[in-house]
């Protein structure tokens, strides 16, 4: 996971080195904008910018294979999440996961994911996500690092740190 | 007489004239003083008057380079414009591959080897300006650094640059104390230093601190004014 600045975080899944190569010259534009511009790039605009570089990249000789999540929040819009995958596909969405662990947790997200969650509902939920690999995936998960972005900026919440199954 | 076409070129005394030149322009720009304490650091700077029909916010002399680095200049501000925006490239290219901020030093030395570049190509003439470099370095020692357009660099611990730069420098040698601990101190001096030059008072000074692990911070007109009061009473009871 990676502070794009104050309010953003993006998750970087994938390719070994490509993940924290793009993550972090993504990390130091955002910065440079704030720089040059006085005030930070909203959440909507770093993921369109993140788009747009992963775009011309596919495009190149070198391509990078990642997947990301952006999750940030706006002071107008509020918090808003971003699913982009290695083709450079932006969605905005309520709810989004990466990898294997996507088959199994994006049924549970479907089942449970109101639009008018709490702050605890909603990390409950992600807690049902966890329980659920723990129960049916083939690889042993053993901890979840958990950050939370509110108003106030970006909190880390305590590990999640699934026990052996029933 | 001649030489000061190409400036690729040295004059028969050993000068480069467009630099010199350039340095006139540079006396010719609004005052700006440097000052640094224990810490914090101080940048003050003499705002231009403004006609009555522009937006006074617009002309920022002070900018931040980076959360631990930022400047002023003197001279021409298009010129300056492209300095401070290469430099902000720097500090955040500094970064992604050395994974540490930009010390004070590096970044100073960064500006100076852009500046001396453009004192030895042909077709581009040397930038019109000198800047205060000030800041803190990631171990937490300040720095201010100058730089003018011959590309050399010094350390100070106070300085000024621009219009009335020697007048304020004058005073800065006889005020200047060492390892100023009080904030409050090191601010003061900078905004006195100021005062001697600017007309009108507070309402012509732009003023910016940057505190040990802080980001940096430009002070509100209501804030100059109280520094500046306080100074007058100072100076009432001193006389």
């Known amino acids: 996971m990676f502070k794009l600045s104050d309010k953003i975080l993006l998750l970087c899944v994938g390719e070994a080195g490509d993940t924290v190569q793009f993550a972090e010259y993504i990390q130091k534009n955002i910065q440079l904008y704030k720089m040059r511009n006085g005030y930070e790039l909203s959440p909507k605009a770093a993921a369109n910018f993140t788009r747009k570089n992963l775009a011309d990249y596919l495009r190149s000789r070198t391509p990078y294979h990642v997947n990301l999540l952006l999750a940030g929040f706006d002071e107008t819009d509020g918090p808003g999440l971003y699913y982009m995958d290695h083709l450079s596909a932006l969605a905005k969405a309520p709810f989004a996961a990466h990898g294997y662990g ?63 199954a029933k | 007489m001649s030489y000061d076409r190409a400036i690729t070129v040295f004059s028969p005394d050993g000068h480069l004239f467009q630099v010199d030149y350039a340095q006139e322009a540079v006396k010719k720009g609004s005052t700006a003083v440097g ?31 980076d959360d631990n680095v930022f400047m002023a200049f003197a001279g021409l501000t298009a010129d300056a414009r492209i300095i401070v925006n290469r430099a902000r490239v720097e500090c955040q290219s500094h970064r992604l591959t050395v994974e540490d901020p930009a010390t004070v030093e590096y970044i100073t030395r960064y500006i ?12 581009r003439r040397p930038f019109g300006i000198s800047s205060l470099i000030v800041g803190f370095d990631f171990d937490g020692t300040p720095h201010l650094y100058q730089t003018d357009p011959s590309g050399t660099y010094h350390a100070w611990k106070a300085n000024a640059i621009g219009r009335s730069a020697k007048t304020v420098r004058e005073f800065l040698e ?66």
């Open chain 1, 102 to 164: 996507a088959y199994l947790t994006l049924s549970i997200l479907d089942r449970y994911y109101r639009p008018d969650l709490t702050r605890d509902e909603a990390v409950d939920l992600l807690k049902k996500c966890i329980e659920e690999l723990n129960k049916r995936f083939i690889l042993n998960l053993p901890s979840f690092s958990v950050r939370l972005i509110d108003k106030e900026g970006i909190h880390d919440l305590e590990k999640l740190m699934p026990v052996g």
């Open chain 2, 35 to 65: 000052v640094r304490g224990k810490n914090v650091v101080v940048l003050g700077v003499e705002k231009k008057i403004v006609a009555k029909l522009q937006e006074d916010r617009t002309v920022r002399k002070i900018c931040s380079l």
């Open chain 2, 112 to 123: 100076s080897s852009i500046k001396q570049r453009y004192t030895q190509s042909n077709g």
């Open chain 2, 174 to 239: 006889k005020n200047y104390k060492e390892d100023m601990e009080s904030d409050t101190d090191t601010i003061k001096l900078a905004i006195r230093a100021l005062l001697e030059v600017v007309q009108s008072g507070g309402k012509n000074i732009e003023l910016a601190i940057m505190k040990r692990d802080e980001s940096m911070k430009m002070l509100a007109q209501e804030e100059i004014e109280e520094y500046v009061t306080a100074i007058e009473t100072e100076k009432q009871k001193k006389t």
